[in-house]
């Protein structure tokens, strides 16, 4: 009960996601990729607070959708399913005029080399088999232009996550304190802020 009271009203774990920087995308503008949207919890926070930009909410929508955010409807398809919810939470915050929906893999995006300003992933990337995390960076590291900016959120397995969400910790599980830097490295990218958050490092 604690733990519920902890998560639910203190950290507000369902609420309106928050910027953990405010480095990225500073300009305010830009079109960004949010690889692994789920529900769109990490779109809306770009575009609440980047109110310049535009992004494309990116899902596989499988069967692990489901069962992260619910069950599924009798007789609709899960792609179908998640696009839908997806959509009706960026329309009910006002901002679907400049959100794009795209169902592809993080590993495998169908976009041309050096098309995003950004790149954001909050609590996705860290659903990957660790075998499969390069190739997702990578990936993400194509897709960017140039000096472009990409921010990475994963589950910290901190205080917090263990007294609350004990069973969750199964993201965290085996990744030593330099598996997200190293990869991140070795596929590219420069390190400029590495920052932790409740229940998260970014």
């Given at each position: 009960?604690s733990?519920?009271i902890l998560?639910?009203?203190?950290?507000?774990i369902?609420?309106?996601?928050?910027m953990p920087?405010?480095?990225?995308?500073?300009?305010?503008?830009?079109k960004?990729?949010?690889i692994g949207?789920g529900t769109?919890?990490?779109?809306?926070?770009?575009?609440?607070?980047?109110?310049?930009?535009?992004?494309v909410a990116?899902?596989?929508?499988?069967d692990s959708?489901?069962?992260?955010?619910?069950n599924?409807?009798?007789g609709?398809q899960?792609?179908d399913q998640g696009?839908e919810?997806l959509?009706?939470?960026?329309s009910?915050?006002?901002?679907d005029?400049r959100?794009?929906?795209?169902?592809?893999?993080?590993?495998?995006?169908?976009?041309?080399?050096?098309?995003?300003?950004g790149?954001?992933?909050?609590?996705?990337?860290?659903?990957l088999?660790h075998?499969?995390?390069?190739?997702?960076?990578?990936?993400?590291?194509?897709?960017?232009?140039?000096?472009?900016?990409?921010?990475?959120?994963v589950?910290?397995?901190?205080?917090?996550?263990?007294?609350?969400?004990?069973?969750?910790l199964i993201?965290?599980?085996?990744?030593?304190?330099?598996?997200?830097?190293?990869?991140?490295?070795?596929?590219?990218f420069?390190?400029?802020?590495?920052?932790?958050?409740?229940?998260?490092?970014?």
């Open positions: 009960f733990s519920f998560v639910r009203f203190v950290f507000d369902n609420g309106r996601g928050t920087t405010e480095a990225f995308l500073h300009s305010g503008a830009g960004v990729l949010d949207a769109g919890r990490s779109t809306l926070m770009i575009l609440e607070a980047r109110p310049q930009t535009t992004v990116l899902d596989s929508f499988s959708y489901v069962m992260h955010f619910g599924k409807k009798p609709e899960v792609p696009r919810r959509l009706d939470n960026l009910a915050a006002g901002v005029s959100a794009t929906v795209v169902t592809a893999d993080m590993r495998q995006l169908p976009f041309p080399p050096d098309t995003f300003d790149v954001v992933t909050a609590y996705a990337i860290d659903h088999r075998s499969d995390v390069p190739k997702a960076l990578g990936e993400a590291n194509r897709v960017l232009k140039p000096h472009g900016e990409f921010l990475v959120i589950t910290a397995g901190d205080f917090f996550m263990l007294y609350a969400f004990g069973p969750a993201h965290t599980r085996g990744v030593s304190a330099d598996f997200w830097p190293r990869n991140i490295r070795e596929a590219g420069e390190i400029v802020e590495d920052g932790m958050r409740p229940f998260s490092r970014y």
